[in-house]
């Protein structure tokens, strides 16, 4: 194990190669990541969910990573295995393919077979993973603290110490695979009653903190069209029904695959089955219901009740501007204003939203940046396999669905309740603040406070008049110090008038002719440009007229 101080060196060659001190574009990230090895690349993928905090193209480029890396000998995996099972793992298995089907930077994958024939698949962690990737969070720690000018749109804005922090909670849950297999349970709980969703029998005897065993899954990867449309699949259907999936986890579980890409998504015998759960989003019962009443407001381009749920939703990073917020929302609606529900993008219209919040200087919760991953992942699958299926429309469908099978009275009498509250503490003051105002007003001690916005054409007309008044009083100034002084005897003298009396008419005069003969220039320039061309001029509808 490399101690901290050549792991460093190691990091700083690799900075200086890349010239980090020149700026950090999105693919200069990914390529630093890359050469930094396999936790880097880790630690970037789960950046990449931060879509609140790093800008769009950032992320976009840190999902290209890929953590295939060299396999571990199989030697290494036999003491990986005999180890955490405390005994020979021919005990526990009949065969394993000594030749692994996937090498990431977490685990490497084999298969194999239990000693009753069952066919199955073997996760095994890497060795010293834990170790590595936490010195490695740890020194990045430190390179905050020395953070350079190259990312000014990060330092100051986040606090990259809490995003750290983050990570390596994210991370630790994927080294887990007993969380892992935790995720596997719940899931299956959630879904168990759907016929068309399936997830792999877990086998939690042989699974440990290091080991994690399944069904093997055979089946056609969900993108797979010409082996699906091959076998009778009729890939509309299959593209509605994994979109109802990913909603019904969404929306009423709050627990959701985090992960969707086709790999982790697998058809067999007329069934979804989902795999790799060692990255789920959670929503808690009160962001759900927010998000909820979100996509309502957006179907009713309700300007107001988007922007309470995004004030309710999101944390701020500095004093909040609700009327900024609520202009950036209404320009978000006017744009889907003229579109049907069929024709809402739900990943581009929740990214739209997301780099609206990050203009107001707002950061989403963490299972709200995982899920608009989840649903850019999901969104591209359909794309690809059933372009008429949209995922906005589900998703609203089944809100009016679900609020006329089982309307939410609790939670609306709640929301009316809660409102009237508020009405009736705040018009109980009412009475009160107008007598005080009232007595203010008599005492001559009313005072009333103005937050003025002016336009930007506006302050550029204030700027352009505040400097020619400044220069306005200068010249003047001059003007009368130099009558003084041309009143006096001092010498030298140029034609009969004292020096410094002449070089200070010199300049006041030379200045005025400067700044009106530019004004006149002006004028004349804006008044031929504003000349409309000889002899050729447009009517209404266009057309010329010679």
Known sequence: MKDDTSR???????????????GVTPEKLRQILEDLGPTYVKLGQIMSLHSDILPKAYCNELMKLTSEVKPMLFGEVEKILNESYGKDWKEVFGSIDEEPIGSASIAQVHRAVLRDGSPVIIKVRRRGIATTMKRDIELLHKAVRVLPAAVPRLRGI?????????????????????????????????????????????????????????????????????????????LTEIGRKFANSFIKQVMDDGFFHADPHPGNVKIREGKIVWLDMGMMGRLDDRDRRIMIRGVEAIAMHDISRVTDAVLDLGVFWSK??????????????????????????????MSDMMDIMKENHMSMPHGMTMLARGLTQV????????????????????????????????????????????????????????????????????????????????????????????????????????????????????????????????????????????????????????????????????????
């Open 320 to 349: 909040p501007d609700r009327d900024s917020l609520y202009d950036d929302i209404r320009d978000f609606l006017q744009r889907y204003q003229s579109k049907g529900m069929g024709d809402i993008d739900l990943a581009v219209a």
């Open 158 to 234: 986040v606090d990259l110490d809490m995003v750290l922090d983050e990570l390596w909670s994210v991370a630790k849950e994927e080294m887990d695979f007993t969380r892992e297999a935790a995720n596997m349970e719940e899931f299956a709980e959630k879904n168990e009653g759907i016929a068309y969703i399936a997830v792999p029998k877990l086998y939690t005897e042989y699974t440990t903190h290091h080991v994690l065993v399944m069904e093997y899954i055979d089946g056609f990867a969900i993108n797979d069209k010409a082996a699906l449309s091959d076998r009778g699949y009729d």
């Open 379 to 546: 969104e591209g699958v359909l794309a690809y396999i059933s372009p008429e299926v949209n995922m906005m429309e589900i998703a609203y469908q089944r809100l009016i669905e679900e609020r006329l099978k089982e309307p939410d009275i609790k939670g609306e009498l709640g929301h009316i309740g809660r409102k009237l509250w508020r009405m009736s503490v705040n018009g109980s003051e009412i009475p009160s603040l107008t007598s005080e105002i009232m007595k203010e007003y008599l005492r001559g001690k009313g005072q009333m406070t103005l937050d003025l916005k002016p336009t930007d054409s506006l302050t550029a007309v204030i700027d352009r008049a505040v400097r020619n008044l400044v220069i306005g009083l200068c010249i003047l100034g001059l003007l009368v110090g130099s009558s003084i002084i041309c009143a006096t005897d001092l010498r030298p003298k140029i034609l009969g008038i004292p020096f410094l009396g002449f070089i200070g008419f010199f300049i006041a005069v030379s200045a005025i002719i400067y700044f009106t003969s530019r004004y006149f220039i002006r004028k004349i320039i804006r008044r031929r440009r504003n000349r409309p061309r000889k002899g050729r001029y447009r009517n209404s509808i266009g057309g010329r007229i010679r």
């Open 8 to 22: 460093l060196r190691e990091i700083t060659a690799v900075l200086h190669r890349y010239h980090i001190t020149r």
